[in-house]
């Protein structure tokens, strides 16, 4: 949480190195998911995953705005959407998404290739908490979110990588065995990457992941 907030403020968080690799990992996601433009990696289930699939999206990653595919997979058909609202006052969590989900035909999208502020405009006008994207064929290729646009109003001067999500960096060790540890951290979204000399607490050298600018205050924690 503090990470994002050095980052929603103009700054860059650093992640530190003390703890296991899987754990920094997940913190980058989490930063890298605070707030996005088009969320190009979306969770998505298919219809014939159930109530309790939707539930464990909510465990892991705080929401329950789920888009479904034919495939279940992000490229597949377009079926449906499912919400908090469609599962709150269910009790069989066993149900598959197909019975509650808001089907494909009551949904409003935006085509692929469609601006973001476009898109923020017909998330809007829909009053819907998300907006699937869509190709030419109806398959997925991609969400906008109401809550990322509330984000990006209340927090102007955010640091933010070319998918408008926010810039975190994180720490590692100039071991042999954290080669691993920085493959897990670009694969999780990392931007700045952190060496920490051994035997000393200094940092020794500081790279840019991908091509992002920030300027503002580091904050390593």
Known sequence: AVVSTQSTGGGLGIIHHNCAPEFQADEVRKVKKFEQGFILDPVVLSCHHTITDVKKVKEVYGFSGVAITDTGELGGKLMGMVT?????????????????????????TAKHGTSLSEANKILQASKKGKLPIVNEDDELVGLISRTDLKKNREFPFASKDKNKQLLVGAAISTHEKDKARLDMLVSAGLDVVILIQKGTPTVTHCASVTRSSVCGAICTL
Do not use: A, C, H, Y
Request: hydrophobic residues 35%; aromatic residues 8%; charged residues 40%.
């Open 84 to 108: 908090s609202r469609d599962i709150d006052f269910i009790e069989d969590f066993g149900q598959d998404i197909s019975e509650v989900m808001t089907p494909r035909e009551k949904l409003v």
